[in-house]
């Protein structure tokens, strides 16, 4: 399904933070969202998952498919978000954390199919009962990502989730992350001040603008 930004923009206090947003992702879509810092990238998709935080406020719409998201909360958006951080619970261990992200009603049997497939595409296989402070960089990238993916989202947002990898990571990264995203035909808006990154998703690149008008 499509997700659709529809003469999207924020506001602080009166203020735009950039031009009001046309957007239009396919399935498998990865489109690029580049800019300076403070024009908004980051609060945008800090809205798009419905966690748009005070003081700011929002206008136009957002569709997912047929469904209207603005004004639905998180939980029932069925929006994935992968951030700089990967922001895992500390106190459970790798396998609990991508439980956590699974629908509810699963059987355990079918809990822990889910798990032991995530922890094998994570390349992690062997390592379900360790802390993540146990993992490298990667692999608790990797775990964040799947973690995600668990949760069955029909949209995915990537804000800056290579930028603190050391460049020959980042590159294995940047692969598994969007090769994970085409396949499951998710709509993919990634936020990022590199190029790098802009030229490994491979799709367009749109950069926020500032309104003309100052407002």
């Known amino acids: 399904?499509?997700?659709?930004?529809?003469?999207?923009?924020?506001?602080?206090?009166?203020?735009?933070?950039?031009?009001?947003?046309?957007?239009?992702?396919?399935?498998?879509?990865?489109?690029?969202?580049?800019?300076?810092?403070?024009?908004g990238k980051s609060t945008l998709l800090s809205h798009l998952c419905g966690i748009l935080p005070a003081p700011f406020r929002a206008t136009?719409?957002?569709?997912?498919?047929?469904?209207?998201?603005?004004?639905?909360?998180?939980?029932?958006?069925?929006?994935?978000?992968?951030?700089?951080?990967?922001?895992?619970?500390?106190?459970l261990s790798v396998a609990e954390n991508l439980a956590f992200g699974l629908p509810r009603g699963l059987s355990r049997d079918e809990r822990r199919r889910?798990?032991?497939?995530?922890?094998?595409?994570?390349?992690?296989?062997?390592?379900?009962?360790?802390?993540?402070?146990?993992?490298?960089?990667?692999?608790?990238a990797r775990a964040a990502l799947l973690r995600t993916l668990l949760a069955e989202p029909a949209a995915l947002l990537l804000d800056e989730p290579f930028s603190k990898l050391d460049t020959t990571l980042r590159g294995r990264m940047r692969s598994f992350v969007f090769?994970?995203?085409r396949e499951r035909g998710l709509p993919t808006l990634l936020v990022t001040h590199d190029p790098a990154d802009a030229d490994a998703a491979g799709g367009p690149v749109l950069s926020l603008s500032a309104p003309i008008d100052g407002r």
């Open 1 to 39: 399904m499509n997700l659709v930004l529809d003469r999207m923009c924020i506001y602080l206090a009166e203020r735009a933070l950039f031009a009001p947003l046309d957007l239009n992702l396919a399935p498998g879509a990865i489109v690029t969202l580049m800019g300076p810092s403070g024009c």
């Open 60 to 91: 136009g719409t957002i569709s997912l498919g047929t469904r209207r998201l603005d004004g639905l909360p998180p939980e029932q958006r069925r929006v994935g978000i992968l951030f700089q951080d990967a922001l895992l619970f500390p106190h």
């Open 114 to 140: 889910r798990v032991a497939t995530a922890l094998h595409e994570a390349d992690l296989t062997g390592l379900g009962e360790q802390a993540p402070a146990t993992l490298s960089g990667g692999q608790r």
């Open 179 to 181: 090769s994970h995203a």
